[in-house]
């Protein structure tokens, strides 16, 4: 079942709960009633004329059993409400029953916190009681409203008539916040916007450097043509290769906690990035942690994060500098620091690095190859690990991004790292 088809068999089933609730308050208020009724008769009936009619004692008993089936349904109905204002607050939308004058009758824990009394709810709850004015009326209606908060949040309204037998008796409106489905789709819209533009780029160049290949005769230029094309080749499968494992990564939201030796993860990440490191005479130093030390998660995950670290470094590292991958641990955490001489991060970036497809510098990623989805994987792997990423950096003076891990069991060596950011 999609989200579509979940959301109109809620819908249905919301609506049935509120017809029985509805069906429940009201046979309940009618027994009530009729009780009151039949005590205000038997008060003006004088005893005389009961006695007359076979007895005082007849005439109680009658009217104790006539009670005390009364105060049974009224229970019964009372039972019923109850039951169904337990299932209403375990629903996740907020819902407003009121009867057929309009008098809420009902709503549950959900619609309190949407419908408040601040300043920015006012607004819901005029909404919500002229929606149901008019559904009280017999006409169905829909608003949105945009509530600036803080925080910033968007509620959807709807109300409509409630109807037994061809007679109203009152209407139901339905609250829901889709604040963070939107957000949700505004995320959707701009990765796809993204993924769209990075994959235009280097297939376009693929088919401009195929057109003209195909027509060259000199053998230099047709192999410096052929070289350009591995190059966005190369580039298109990276991207993919990276969109398969932040989406499996996204995916593994609970990895195993198995226990990883920290040195074999930074020896398997740096050995992927050596050939990149060396073509680029950059000096790849990895201080091998004690063998004993270990973090508890999913090594492939661990390797893809650190990899990630280390190819971000050398992508933003001048020809020649140096890219330093250390460790440190206190007992509790393993910390992996990834340090290198590179052009730096400015100041006004460094809250968005690990946002998909966000570069510093575009121009340097797309000579050497980035992709810009490699400190979303970290931050992902972070996440799924129950730890953090952080970066230290500045313009011009290189960065340090410090992948944080809970420690495996067994004694952990306490190291400090002895390169730092500059």
Sequence with gaps: ?????????????????????????????????????????????????????????????????????????????????DRLADAFRLVGHGIVVCDEEGEVVFRNERADELVSDRLSEALATEAVFRLLASAV?????????????????????SA????????????????????????????????????????????????????????????????RLAERMQIEAFRVGRIIEDLLDLSRIEAEESPLRDPVPVHLVLAEAAERVRGMAEHRNIRLDVREPPRRQSVLGDRRQLVSAVHSLVENAVTYSDDGGEVVLDTRANGSWVEITVSDTGIGIPAR????????????????????????LGLAI????????????????????????TLRIPAGPGPVAVSTPTAEAG
């Design 1 to 81: 079942m999609n989200e579509r088809e979940f959301q109109v068999v809620a819908a249905v089933a919301v609506g049935l709960l509120v017809l029985v609730l509805l069906w429940a308050w009201r046979s309940r208020r009618q027994l009530v009633r009729r009780l009151a009724s039949v005590t205000s008769r038997l008060e003006a009936v004088s005893t005389a004329d009961v006695v007359g009619r076979g007895g005082l004692e007849a005439a109680l008993a009658g009217l104790e059993r006539a009670a005390g089936s009364g105060t049974l349904r009224v229970s019964d109905a009372q039972v019923a409400v």
């Design 137 to 157: 009326e017999g006409e169905s209606g829909n608003e949105q409203l945009e509530l600036f908060g803080p925080p910033h949040r968007t509620l959807t309204l």
């Design 160 to 223: 409509a008539p409630l109807v037994n037998s061809s007679r109203l008796i009152g209407a139901v409106a339905v609250l829901e916040d889709v604040s963070e489905r939107r957000r949700l789709e505004a995320v959707r819209r701009d990765f796809v916007a993204n993924i769209s533009h990075e994959l235009k780029t280097p297939v376009g160049a693929l088919g401009l450097l195929a057109e003209t290949l195909a027509g060259e005769e000199d053998p230099v230029v047709a192999n």
């Design 349 to 372: 970036d460094l809250e968005r690095i690990f946002e998909r497809f966000y570069r510093v510098d575009r121009a340097r990623a797309r000579d050497t190859g980035g992709t810009g």
């Design 378 to 401: 970290v931050r992902h792997v972070a996440g799924n690990h129950g730890g953090e990423v952080r970066v230290q950096s500045r313009e011009g003076n290189g960065s340090t991004f």
